[in-house]
């Protein structure tokens, strides 16, 4: 009597199917092991770039070097344009820029004066003009002008920064801080007329919804800052940077901002208040500062 085992198909074409079932078993073996030393690869690539000097400023993951077989430009490539030279200059230059440099102070009790919003759209535009690693650009002001937005600005601010202060904040920091006479209460952040808060981009999106590298974000998006204050400055009006501790996540959402974007300052700005006092601070001679070589 015959065996139903026998009769199966497999039994009778084990010849067939054998060799079949090896090859199929190999080609999955071969596909995972490929996958696991792409992988093992792109780590070790992420671990050999992060032990470059400066590499950690340079945001570069697994994800984008998995992407390395894909190599386009972000810019388009055009024919480069004749330069000569800065075209604008300030009456009495580089002297009379220092005098206005020297001039800003941190001011943290503002009147509540309006400001007309061409003049903070002309002090964002030159940020807007600051160089940024592979001209990505890297950089978003928002601007608030909302009384109500400013007050849940306020309060997310006043609840983390009383943590900050009475929990989170070594007793060294909040010791070197005493002479700025700063604590957790910032009225400033509902006089000003206007605060502006500066989100670094961590990375872009191209026109193809793939991940485009933002070099250097923080250093681009910390110079723009540097130009913002300046233009302010230059419209007599005052600011303040300021860094609130562990504000970040729930700012970004109040304001709608998306995952790739990192809150990096935020700034009042307006006209000192009558009262206003500022910490009597000195700064460093430029012999202290420059060496020449
Ligand atoms: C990166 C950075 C973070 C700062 N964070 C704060 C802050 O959170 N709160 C604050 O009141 N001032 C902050 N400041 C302002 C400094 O205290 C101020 O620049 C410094 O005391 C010098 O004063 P001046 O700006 O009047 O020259 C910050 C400044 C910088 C550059």
């Known amino acids: 009597m ?9 039994f009778q ?7 079949l079932f090896l090859l199929f078993a190999a080609f999955l073996y071969l596909k995972d092991k490929k996958e696991i030393e ?14 470059l000097d400066g590499a950690d400023l340079v945001a570069v993951t697994e994800e984008d070097i998995d992407q390395e077989d894909e190599f386009s430009p972000s810019l388009e490539t055009k024919d480069h344009v004749p330069f000569s030279g800065a075209s604008v200059t300030l009456p009495g230059g580089a002297k009379e820029f220092y005098k206005m440099a020297n001039d800003r102070r941190s001011v943290r009790k503002y009147s509540t004066k309006p400001v007309p919003i061409e003049v903070i759209e002309d002090c964002v535009r030159s940020a807007g003009t600051g160089p940024s690693g592979a001209h990505t650009e890297p950089w978003t002001f928002c601007v608030i002008s909302s009384a109500e937005i400013k007050q849940e600005i306020r309060d997310i601010i006043e609840q983390e920064e009383l943590l900050n202060y009475t929990q989170r904040m070594h007793k060294q920091w909040t010791t070197d801080l005493s002479p700025l006479k700063t604590n957790h209460v910032k009225e400033y952040l509902t006089d000003a007329p206007y605060l502006i808060l500066i989100f670094k981009q961590t990375y872009g999106l191209r026109e193809d919804r793939k991940r485009k590298q933002h070099y250097y974000n923080e250093i681009s998006t910390s110079i723009a800052t540097g130009i913002l204050l300046s233009a302010i400055q230059s419209a007599g ?14 700012l970004r959402s109040l304001l709608n901002r ?6 990096l300052v935020l700034l009042p700005v307006g006209y000192p208040s009558d009262d206003c006092k500022v910490p009597d601070l000195s700064r460093k001679d430029l012999s202290e500062i420059m060496v020449k070589y």
Not at 242 to 249: A, S, Y
Not at 258 to 263: H, Q, S, T, V, Y
């Open 38 to 51: 792409a992988f093992t690869n792109a780590s070790k690539k992420v671990r050999e770039h992060n032990k």
């Open 237 to 250: 009006l005052s600011s303040l940077i300021t860094t609130p501790l562990n504000c970040g996540p729930a």
């Open 13 to 19: 074409y084990w010849q067939i199917f054998l060799p």
């Open 2 to 10: 015959v065996s139903a085992v026998e009769q199966s198909v497999l």
């Open 258 to 263: 998306p995952a790739n974007e990192k809150l």
